[in-house]
């Protein structure tokens, strides 16, 4: 995807970039565009999905309660 079809990614790439301290090489840009385009399209995929009213939450793992001996 190039530049001028998508100046969201531009502007989105150069401040990601800047946060992060990371500088997009010019040569490797178009990359980082099609990454991005491919991100959005799954994104959109998977936005169509209904969850239901409730959902099945993983279980979260806890350290056991200890005496404070360790």
Known sequence: ????DNPRFDAWIDA???VVGLPIAEAHR???ERFLAL????AAT???V???DELAL???FRLPETD???
Do not use: F, K, Q
């Open 16 to 18: 990601a970039s800047a």
């Open 68 to 70: 404070g001996d360790a």
């Open 39 to 42: 991100a959005a399209e799954m």
């Open 30 to 32: 178009a990359g980082v």
């Open 1 to 4: 995807m190039a530049s001028a």
């Open 50 to 52: 209904a969850l239901g």
């Open 46 to 48: 998977l936005e169509t």
């Open 58 to 60: 993983a279980p979260v």
